[in-house]
């Protein structure tokens, strides 16, 4: 039992050390592991988050990658990089930027006025002030013919063409007519739409407006997204019927069947229905995360649950508020499979809180990134 015990914590922690977080401790960037312990002891002047299973570390003013027990697989050689995404890396070198695979290997893509970061399998190119895709073959898939390709997600990305948004999916094809002045993000096939000063949503690529509604914004999480009437906020369905009238001033998604919302100044927490489960006594308020807790702002932030105790007392920072921290970058706040990044303003430091409150590792740093893999 006792042996079987302890292969389960080493693969645990092989498993929890794929996942590591940024940090600086004593002026170098190392790695932490998710129970808390260094993957790479701080060693780097300078450092980024690891991405597509590689991270981009400095040596003598020299750009390479490291793996996760902090060997280097690509020398650093580079004068500047970005993130590897579905195998492939912008990186410059003598003032060009080119691509290059997890070998280091320099790849031949179609000309382009600018070189692009891959998402999700495909990259932006730009001839003659058009924007078209390509894959990680380095095959046209879209020729450039749009004004703006944004980010994909799950597969599908706005577009805009002749001052007119539309959504296509990674073959190219149209799956939201282009016409609109304005578009949300695709979620269940639905998305919102506005055309002149009318909203509305968008199933199976038909538009059906909203009476009265002046702003809506993605589903994100749930089946409810919140919309604006007037100056008020409510919540609408994904046939744009309103489950929760509006009479809110402000309001954020529904995640665990809870929304924050603000009327006034003070934000609380709503159910379904639109009744009150956490009350509006807080200075500012965000979604609950998948562990079930909440950033809740008093003085500083602190965690709820769902039935709106405090667990973690308002000591903290989820922002970078008036530090020089990396959240500007990436700015997910609260609990992240049961860790929260936060920032103590009275030292200067940032740690990561688990959901009892206790810090991991008992470590404290001088700045921090979110874990990744």
Same mark, same amino acid.
């Given at each position: 039992?006792?042996?079987?015990?302890?292969?389960?914590?080493?693969?645990?922690?092989?498993?929890?050390?794929?996942?590591?977080?940024?940090?600086?401790?004593?002026?170098?960037?190392?790695?932490?592991?998710?129970?808390?312990?260094?993957?790479?002891?701080?060693?780097?002047?300078?450092?980024?988050?690891?991405?597509?299973?590689?991270?981009?570390?400095?040596?003598?003013?020299?750009?390479?990658?490291?793996?996760?027990?902090?060997?280097?697989?690509?020398?650093?050689?580079?004068?500047?990089?970005?993130?590897?995404?579905?195998?492939?890396?912008?990186?410059?070198?003598?003032?060009?930027?080119?691509?290059?695979?997890?070998?280091?290997?320099?790849?031949?893509?179609?000309?382009?006025?600018?070189?692009?970061?891959?998402?999700?399998?495909?990259?932006?190119?730009?001839?003659?002030?058009?924007?078209?895709?390509?894959?990680?073959?380095?095959?046209?898939?879209?020729?450039?013919?749009?004004?703006?390709?944004?980010?994909?997600?799950?597969?599908?990305?706005?577009?805009?063409?002749?001052?007119?948004?539309?959504?296509?999916?990674?073959?190219?094809?149209?799956?939201?007519?282009?016409?609109?002045?304005?578009?949300?993000?695709?979620?269940?096939?639905?998305?919102?739409?506005?055309?002149?000063?009318?909203?509305?949503?968008?199933?199976?690529?038909?538009?059906?407006?909203?009476?009265?509604?002046?702003?809506?914004?993605?589903?994100?999480?749930?089946?409810?997204?919140?919309?604006?009437? $007037?100056? &008020?906020? !409510?919540?609408? =369905?994904? *046939? /744009? #019927?309103? @489950?929760?009238? %509006?009479?809110?001033?402000? +309001?954020?998604?529904?995640?665990?069947?809870?929304?924050?919302?603000?009327? $006034?100044? &003070?934000? !609380?927490?709503? =159910?379904? *229905? /639109? #009744?009150? @489960?956490?009350? %509006?006594?807080?200075?500012? +308020?965000?979604?609950?995360?998948?562990?079930?807790?909440?950033?809740?702002?008093?003085?500083?932030? !602190?965690?709820? =649950?769902?039935? /709106?105790?405090?667990?973690?007392?308002?000591?903290?920072?989820?922002?970078?508020?008036?530090?020089?921290?990396?959240?500007?970058?990436?700015?997910?706040?609260?609990?992240?499979?049961?860790?929260?990044?936060?920032?103590?303003?009275?030292?200067?430091?940032?740690?990561?809180?688990?959901?009892?409150?206790?810090?991991?590792?008992?470590?404290?740093?001088?700045?921090?990134?979110?874990?990744?893999?």
């Amino acid at each position: 039992m006792k042996k079987f015990l302890i292969l389960f914590i080493v693969f645990a922690q092989s498993v929890l050390g794929q996942e590591l977080a940024l940090v600086k401790s004593d002026g170098k960037f190392g790695y932490i592991s998710k129970i808390g312990e260094y993957a790479i002891e701080p060693k780097f002047k300078v450092a980024k988050n690891f991405s597509d299973g590689l991270a981009a570390a400095e040596e003598d003013y020299k750009w390479g990658f490291i793996d996760i027990k902090g060997n280097w697989v690509i020398k650093p050689t580079f004068d500047d990089v970005k993130y590897f995404n579905s195998g492939i890396c912008v990186v410059a070198k003598d003032k060009q930027w080119f691509y290059i695979n997890k070998k280091g290997e320099t790849l031949k893509m179609p000309p382009s006025d600018k070189v692009y970061d891959f998402d999700e399998g495909v990259a932006v190119i730009k001839q003659d002030e058009k924007i078209g895709l390509i894959n990680t073959k380095g095959d046209i898939i879209v020729q450039p013919s749009y004004q703006i390709i944004k980010s994909f997600s799950d597969g599908f990305a706005q577009v805009k063409k002749d001052n007119k948004w539309g959504v296509i999916d990674k073959t190219g094809k149209v799956v939201v007519s282009i016409e609109y002045d304005d578009l949300g993000d695709i979620y269940k096939s639905i998305t919102w739409g506005k055309k002149g000063e009318i909203f509305g949503l968008i199933v199976a690529n038909k538009f059906t407006a909203i009476e009265g509604v002046t702003k809506i914004w993605d589903f994100e999480t749930s089946d409810f997204t919140y919309a604006k009437k $007037g100056e &008020k906020v !409510g919540f609408i =369905d994904l *046939k /744009g #019927n309103w @489950v929760i009238q %509006p009479k809110f001033d402000k +309001a954020r998604a529904f995640v665990k069947n809870l929304a924050p919302v603000c009327e $006034g100044k &003070k934000w !609380g927490y709503v =159910d379904m *229905k /639109g #009744n009150y @489960v956490v009350k %509006p006594i807080y200075d500012d +308020a965000e979604v609950f995360s998948k562990d079930g807790f909440a950033p809740v702002k008093e003085k500083e932030w !602190g965690f709820i =649950d769902t039935t /709106g105790k405090m667990i973690i007392p308002a000591n903290y920072q989820i922002s970078a508020g008036g530090l020089a921290g990396l959240f500007k970058k990436n700015n997910d706040k609260g609990f992240i499979n049961g860790l929260a990044r936060v920032a103590i303003k009275s030292e200067k430091k940032y740690c990561f809180l688990k959901t009892d409150g206790s810090v991991l590792g008992n470590k404290k740093f001088e700045q921090a990134e979110l874990f990744q893999k």
